[in-house]
């Protein structure tokens, strides 16, 4: 199983970006080998955040189209996930608050792999960044 992160489709919808390329080719992979992809409510918001924050609200929907049309699962953001994430926080200091919020879902659900150009996640053993 593997966690696809906010930063994935939005290279792909995006403008040309050197990622954008590495984005496809390794999406692709995954959805040829059958690899089960699961993502959670935090990175749908991260999309929305973003496109909002940069004034480019008809990025929103192509974005979310190409992430909800090859994951297996969208899974939920409750009170657990976020005092894990608050514990995470607390432990790593530089670690992001999304990103903490991603590991202790990765956590939660037995989650190793991660498809993401945020190095955030190289900062925590158990987990390996496919890029």
Do not use: C, W
């Not at 080719?25 to 992809?37: D, G, H, K, P």
């Not at 991260?46 to 909002?52: A, D, G």
């Not at 049309?69 to 790593?92: I, N, S, W």
């Amino acid at each position: 199983m593997v966690f696809i992160d906010a930063n994935v489709p939005m290279y792909l919808v995006g403008a040309a970006h050197p990622n954008k390329v590495d984005a496809q080719r390794r999406l692709e992979a995954l959805v040829t080998q059958r690899v089960r992809l699961v993502t959670d409510a935090e990175v749908l918001t991260e999309i929305l955040h973003r496109y909002t924050a940069l004034e480019r609200r008809g990025g929103i929907q192509p974005a979310i189209d190409a992430l909800l049309g090859v994951v297996d699962e969208v899974l939920p953001m409750d009170r657990d996930t976020v005092e894990r994430a608050k514990q995470l926080v607390l432990q790593y200091p530089t670690l992001p608050v999304r990103a903490a919020l991603h590991v202790a879902t990765l956590q939660r659900h037995g989650i190793e792999s991660v498809l993401s150009f945020d190095p955030a996640f190289d900062r925590l053993p158990g987990l390996t960044r496919l890029r």
